[in-house]
Protein backbone atom coordinates (compact mmCIF):
# COMPACT_ATOMS: atom_id res chain seq x y z
CA UNK A 1 0.00 0.00 0.00
CA UNK A 2 1.44 3.71 -0.84
CA UNK A 3 2.15 5.82 2.28
CA UNK A 4 2.26 9.77 2.41
CA UNK A 5 3.52 10.75 5.75
CA UNK A 6 2.58 14.11 7.07
CA UNK A 7 4.89 16.75 9.21
CA UNK A 8 3.18 19.44 9.18
CA UNK A 9 2.59 22.57 11.77
CA UNK A 10 -1.04 22.91 10.58
CA UNK A 11 -2.32 21.46 14.56
CA UNK A 12 -5.23 19.86 15.18
CA UNK A 13 -7.77 22.38 15.96
CA UNK A 14 -8.55 23.95 12.60
CA UNK A 15 -9.58 22.93 9.18
CA UNK A 16 -6.37 22.50 7.69
CA UNK A 17 -5.38 19.39 8.54
CA UNK A 18 -8.21 18.06 7.77
CA UNK A 19 -8.31 19.77 4.49
CA UNK A 20 -5.11 18.33 3.26
CA UNK A 21 -6.12 14.89 4.25
CA UNK A 22 -9.35 15.21 2.04
CA UNK A 23 -7.31 16.27 -0.68
CA UNK A 24 -4.78 13.29 -0.78
CA UNK A 25 -8.03 11.11 -0.52
CA UNK A 26 -9.73 12.43 -3.28
CA UNK A 27 -6.59 11.69 -5.64
CA UNK A 28 -5.60 8.64 -4.05
CA UNK A 29 -8.28 6.70 -2.24
CA UNK A 30 -6.22 3.86 -1.44
CA UNK A 31 -3.34 5.63 0.55
CA UNK A 32 -2.30 5.15 3.54
CA UNK A 33 -1.61 8.87 5.53
CA UNK A 34 0.71 8.65 8.55
CA UNK A 35 0.89 11.60 10.80
CA UNK A 36 4.26 12.13 11.44
CA UNK A 37 2.97 15.05 13.90
CA UNK A 38 1.21 18.05 12.94
CA UNK A 39 2.29 19.89 16.01
CA UNK A 40 5.60 21.63 14.62
CA UNK A 41 5.63 25.53 15.90
CA UNK A 42 4.89 27.70 13.56
CA UNK A 43 7.01 28.29 10.41
CA UNK A 44 10.23 26.09 13.28
CA UNK A 45 11.85 24.72 10.12
CA UNK A 46 14.54 23.02 12.35
CA UNK A 47 12.39 21.67 14.68
CA UNK A 48 10.71 19.96 11.44
CA UNK A 49 13.92 18.83 10.30
CA UNK A 50 14.96 17.36 13.19
CA UNK A 51 11.32 15.21 13.84
CA UNK A 52 11.70 14.02 9.70
CA UNK A 53 15.16 13.72 9.96
CA UNK A 54 15.18 11.13 12.78
CA UNK A 55 12.09 9.43 12.27
CA UNK A 56 11.67 9.14 8.07
CA UNK A 57 14.04 6.03 8.18
CA UNK A 58 11.31 3.64 9.71
CA UNK A 59 8.94 3.74 7.26
CA UNK A 60 9.50 1.06 4.10
CA UNK A 61 11.30 2.09 1.22
CA UNK A 62 9.41 4.89 -1.55
CA UNK A 63 7.50 6.13 1.10
CA UNK A 64 6.40 9.81 0.26
CA UNK A 65 6.45 12.23 2.83
CA UNK A 66 5.39 15.92 2.62
CA UNK A 67 6.23 18.42 4.48
CA UNK A 68 3.43 21.22 4.97
CA UNK A 69 5.86 23.80 7.08
CA UNK A 70 6.85 27.68 5.51
CA UNK A 71 5.01 26.98 1.96
CA UNK A 72 2.59 29.77 1.72
CA UNK A 73 2.80 30.87 -1.93
CA UNK A 74 5.95 33.33 -2.76
CA UNK A 75 7.55 34.15 -5.54
CA UNK A 76 10.91 33.81 -4.11
CA UNK A 77 10.58 29.95 -3.01
CA UNK A 78 10.83 26.90 -5.12
CA UNK A 79 8.77 23.80 -4.17
CA UNK A 80 10.92 20.74 -4.11
CA UNK A 81 10.59 17.33 -4.61
CA UNK A 82 13.08 15.01 -3.63
CA UNK A 83 14.80 11.23 -3.42
CA UNK A 84 16.81 10.42 -0.75
CA UNK A 85 18.33 6.44 0.29
CA UNK A 86 14.97 5.07 -1.32
CA UNK A 87 12.48 7.59 0.16
CA UNK A 88 10.67 11.19 -1.26
CA UNK A 89 10.10 13.95 0.03
CA UNK A 90 7.99 17.08 -1.30
CA UNK A 91 8.51 20.46 0.74
CA UNK A 92 9.22 23.87 0.31
CA UNK A 93 13.09 24.76 -0.72
CA UNK A 94 13.43 26.86 2.77
CA UNK A 95 16.50 25.18 3.93
CA UNK A 96 15.03 21.97 5.64
CA UNK A 97 16.82 19.68 2.72
CA UNK A 98 20.14 21.07 3.38
CA UNK A 99 19.03 20.67 7.38
CA UNK A 100 17.74 16.77 7.07
CA UNK A 101 20.19 14.86 4.66
CA UNK A 102 24.27 14.97 5.45
CA UNK A 103 24.62 13.91 1.64
CA UNK A 104 23.72 14.76 -1.93
CA UNK A 105 19.83 13.51 -2.38
CA UNK A 106 19.96 11.10 -5.17
CA UNK A 107 17.44 13.25 -7.18
CA UNK A 108 15.56 16.23 -7.37
CA UNK A 109 13.21 18.65 -9.12
CA UNK A 110 11.72 21.67 -8.84
CA UNK A 111 8.13 21.08 -8.81
CA UNK A 112 6.33 22.94 -12.19
CA UNK A 113 2.65 21.73 -11.89
CA UNK A 114 0.09 24.21 -12.35
CA UNK A 115 -1.23 25.90 -9.30
CA UNK A 116 -5.04 26.17 -8.75
CA UNK A 117 -6.08 29.85 -8.44
CA UNK A 118 -8.55 28.72 -5.50
CA UNK A 119 -5.54 26.87 -3.53
CA UNK A 120 -3.26 30.04 -4.20
CA UNK A 121 -3.67 30.51 -0.20
CA UNK A 122 -2.83 27.10 0.45
CA UNK A 123 -0.70 25.05 -1.92
CA UNK A 124 -0.12 22.22 0.37
CA UNK A 125 -3.90 21.11 -0.41
CA UNK A 126 -2.68 21.27 -4.38
CA UNK A 127 0.40 21.37 -5.76
CA UNK A 128 2.35 19.41 -2.81
CA UNK A 129 -0.69 17.24 -2.53
CA UNK A 130 -0.58 16.33 -5.95
CA UNK A 131 3.07 15.95 -6.58
CA UNK A 132 2.62 13.55 -3.37
CA UNK A 133 0.10 11.30 -4.92
CA UNK A 134 2.29 11.20 -8.41
CA UNK A 135 4.74 9.77 -6.48
CA UNK A 136 2.85 7.55 -4.13
CA UNK A 137 1.20 6.10 -7.14
CA UNK A 138 4.40 4.95 -8.77
CA UNK A 139 5.55 8.31 -11.04
CA UNK A 140 8.67 9.88 -11.84
CA UNK A 141 10.01 13.05 -10.45
CA UNK A 142 10.86 14.01 -13.91
CA UNK A 143 6.98 13.97 -14.80
CA UNK A 144 6.14 16.83 -12.07
CA UNK A 145 9.20 18.75 -12.34
CA UNK A 146 12.47 19.89 -13.84
CA UNK A 147 16.14 18.96 -12.54
CA UNK A 148 17.67 20.79 -9.81
CA UNK A 149 21.39 20.09 -8.24
CA UNK A 150 21.39 22.95 -5.40
CA UNK A 151 18.95 23.47 -2.33
CA UNK A 152 18.83 26.81 0.14
CA UNK A 153 21.11 26.39 2.78
CA UNK A 154 20.59 26.77 6.59
CA UNK A 155 23.40 25.37 9.10
CA UNK A 156 22.18 23.34 12.02
CA UNK A 157 24.37 24.72 15.64
CA UNK A 158 27.45 22.23 15.58
CA UNK A 159 29.18 20.98 18.62
CA UNK A 160 32.64 21.90 18.94
CA UNK A 161 36.10 20.20 20.69
CA UNK A 162 37.96 22.53 22.31
CA UNK A 163 40.80 20.52 24.01
CA UNK A 164 38.96 17.92 26.40
CA UNK A 165 35.96 19.66 26.21
CA UNK A 166 32.96 18.95 23.80
CA UNK A 167 30.60 22.68 23.68
CA UNK A 168 27.33 21.77 22.36
CA UNK A 169 23.88 23.07 22.66
CA UNK A 170 20.28 22.58 23.51
CA UNK A 171 18.18 21.69 20.23
CA UNK A 172 15.05 20.33 20.87
CA UNK A 173 12.87 19.36 23.76
CA UNK A 174 10.45 16.31 23.37
CA UNK A 175 6.99 15.67 24.30
CA UNK A 176 8.33 14.15 27.82
CA UNK A 177 10.38 17.04 28.37
CA UNK A 178 13.36 15.12 28.10
CA UNK A 179 16.59 17.68 26.62
CA UNK A 180 18.05 16.41 23.61
CA UNK A 181 21.38 18.20 22.29
CA UNK A 182 23.09 18.67 19.03
CA UNK A 183 26.37 16.21 20.21
CA UNK A 184 25.31 12.78 18.74
CA UNK A 185 27.09 9.45 19.50
CA UNK A 186 29.42 9.24 17.21
CA UNK A 187 31.07 12.48 17.93
CA UNK A 188 31.10 11.91 21.75
CA UNK A 189 32.67 8.40 21.27
CA UNK A 190 35.25 9.93 19.08
CA UNK A 191 36.63 12.41 21.23
CA UNK A 192 35.61 10.84 24.37
CA UNK A 193 38.00 7.23 23.84
CA UNK A 194 37.37 5.61 26.59
CA UNK A 195 37.90 8.90 29.07
CA UNK A 196 35.65 9.59 32.01
CA UNK A 197 33.71 12.60 31.55
CA UNK A 198 31.96 15.27 33.40
CA UNK A 199 28.63 16.59 31.74
CA UNK A 200 27.92 20.26 33.12
CA UNK A 201 24.49 22.27 32.09
CA UNK A 202 22.51 25.38 33.57
CA UNK A 203 22.47 26.04 37.84
CA UNK A 204 25.84 24.16 37.89
CA UNK A 205 24.12 20.89 37.25
CA UNK A 206 26.26 17.82 36.85
CA UNK A 207 26.10 14.53 35.36
CA UNK A 208 29.24 11.38 35.35
CA UNK A 209 27.70 8.56 34.20
CA UNK A 210 26.19 7.31 30.46
CA UNK A 211 23.17 5.61 31.42
CA UNK A 212 21.76 2.85 28.85
CA UNK A 213 18.25 3.20 29.61
CA UNK A 214 15.58 6.14 31.17
CA UNK A 215 15.32 3.46 34.06
CA UNK A 216 18.52 2.89 35.43
CA UNK A 217 18.33 5.47 37.80
CA UNK A 218 15.76 5.94 41.07
CA UNK A 219 12.53 7.94 39.93
CA UNK A 220 13.04 12.00 39.63
CA UNK A 221 17.63 11.26 39.44
CA UNK A 222 18.39 12.98 36.31
CA UNK A 223 20.58 10.96 33.76
CA UNK A 224 22.18 11.41 30.38
CA UNK A 225 22.10 8.74 27.81
CA UNK A 226 21.89 8.63 23.39
CA UNK A 227 18.13 8.02 22.97
CA UNK A 228 16.49 6.85 19.69
CA UNK A 229 17.79 9.71 18.03
CA UNK A 230 21.71 8.75 18.59
CA UNK A 231 22.05 12.31 20.15
CA UNK A 232 22.62 12.97 23.91
CA UNK A 233 20.04 13.55 26.03
CA UNK A 234 19.25 14.95 29.41
CA UNK A 235 16.31 13.96 31.32
CA UNK A 236 14.76 12.89 34.72
CA UNK A 237 12.98 9.31 34.78
CA UNK A 238 9.64 9.52 35.15
CA UNK A 239 10.31 13.88 35.58
CA UNK A 240 10.64 16.60 33.32
CA UNK A 241 14.08 17.86 33.28
CA UNK A 242 12.93 21.63 30.67
CA UNK A 243 11.48 22.78 33.78
CA UNK A 244 13.13 20.91 36.52
CA UNK A 245 16.67 21.96 35.25
CA UNK A 246 15.81 24.99 33.25
CA UNK A 247 17.35 24.14 30.16
CA UNK A 248 15.55 25.38 26.94
CA UNK A 249 16.59 25.17 23.35
CA UNK A 250 19.60 26.96 22.63
CA UNK A 251 21.55 26.98 26.04
CA UNK A 252 24.55 25.74 25.96
CA UNK A 253 25.95 22.00 27.65
CA UNK A 254 30.00 21.04 28.26
CA UNK A 255 31.42 17.72 28.57
CA UNK A 256 34.80 17.72 30.19
CA UNK A 257 36.61 14.50 29.53
CA UNK A 258 39.30 13.40 32.46
CA UNK A 259 42.57 14.19 30.96
Not at 39 to 61: H, R, W
Not at 84 to 110: C, R, T, W
Not at 128 to 154: M, Q, R, W, Y
Request: aromatic share 10%; proline share 3%; net charge negative.
Amino acid sequence: MAIITLTTDLGDKDIYQAALKGSILKLLPTVNIVDITNNVQAFNVQQAAFILKNSYYYFPDNTVHLIGIDTVYNNATRYLAVRHKNHYFVGADNGIFSLMFNSQPDEMVEINIMQDLKFLHFPLADIFVKAACHLANGGSLADIGLPVTEVEHKMNLQPVMDGNLIRGAVIYIDSFQNVITNVTKEFFNRVQQGRRFTLYFKRNETITHLSWHYNEVPEGEKLCLFGISDHLEIAINKGNASGLLGLNVGDSVIIDFQR
